[in-house]
């Protein structure tokens, strides 16, 4: 059985579909990271970093954090979505290392430069996201003669999905990028991935992104409830 602590983002999205996709028996503890629970005595316990996702694996009497790592522990305890093989396993393992060092700080940057940051810097903002955009082309190239990122559906679409998937909230659109959108779309339409970007709730999501009202509202709403957490945290 897989403890599962976590929170509707992309990392948090990352340990949920890999758990959907290999059918893996796990009960779900919410993290309220907006008022800072992750950053409480009993949280850092399992995680000294402060970050969600955290997995405990009773099976094999772990605690494990790093949305990457988590994955690869799943993949191989069920052998599923990372190859046995040394070729096939390097190629997963290189996507996978492309979102944990690229995708995920790069859009994580431009997203709080472009939507949380109170004071707006355009020279940061054009940083972040014209990385962002070139990351994308990366995948985009890769993807006009690959259907997914590595020979067969694994673990590193799934965790480039998690986060390509809120291109939106990092102000970068993905109109250009034919074969991005094909991947995205192929990707979306999986049961166990809608199933895993449900859990454990939409209504963080839907603040952060703006669905629950004005964009630039919910935005700084949402960096004020962050800021709130963090100093009731310390």
């Not at 004071?119 to 940061?124: A, L």
């Not at 020979?151 to 480039?160: C, H, K, L, T, V």
């Not at 709730?201 to 004005?214: H, P, V």
Request: hydrophobic share 45%; charged share 25%; with cysteine.
């Amino acid at each position: 059985m897989i403890e599962l602590y976590t929170a509707s983002t992309p990392n948090g999205w990352k340990a949920s579909i890999a758990l959907e996709e290999m059918a893996i028996p796990y009960t779900v503890h919410p993290v309220d990271i907006m008022t800072g629970d992750q950053k409480l005595p009993d949280f850092l316990r399992l995680n000294p970093n402060g970050r969600i996702p955290v997995i405990i694996d009773t099976d094999e009497d772990i605690t494990l954090f790093e949305s990457g790592a988590i994955m690869i522990h799943l993949a191989e305890k069920c052998g599923r979505f990372l190859p046995s093989d040394v070729p096939g396993r390097a190629r997963v393992m290189q996507w996978l290392m492309f979102q944990m060092s690229g995708i995920g700080p790069m859009m994580g940057q431009a997203n709080v430069f472009s939507r949380y940051f109170p004071e707006k810097i355009p020279t940061v903002i054009d940083r972040y996201q014209g990385e962002v955009r070139r990351l994308f082309s990366v995948l985009d190239g890769h993807l006009a003669e690959n259907e997914y990122l590595a020979g067969e559906y694994s673990i590193a679409d799934m965790a480039n999905w998690a986060w390509v998937r809120i291109y939106f909230w990092a102000g970068v659109p993905v109109d250009e990028f034919d074969n991005l959108r094909r991947w995205l779309d192929v990707i979306e339409a999986r049961p166990a991935v809608q199933a895993g970007v449900s859990v454990p709730d939409r209504e963080f999501f839907e603040l952060l992104t703006g669905q629950a009202g004005d964009p630039e509202e919910m935005a700084k709403a949402a960096f004020d409830l962050v800021e709130t957490g963090q100093k009731r945290a310390r």
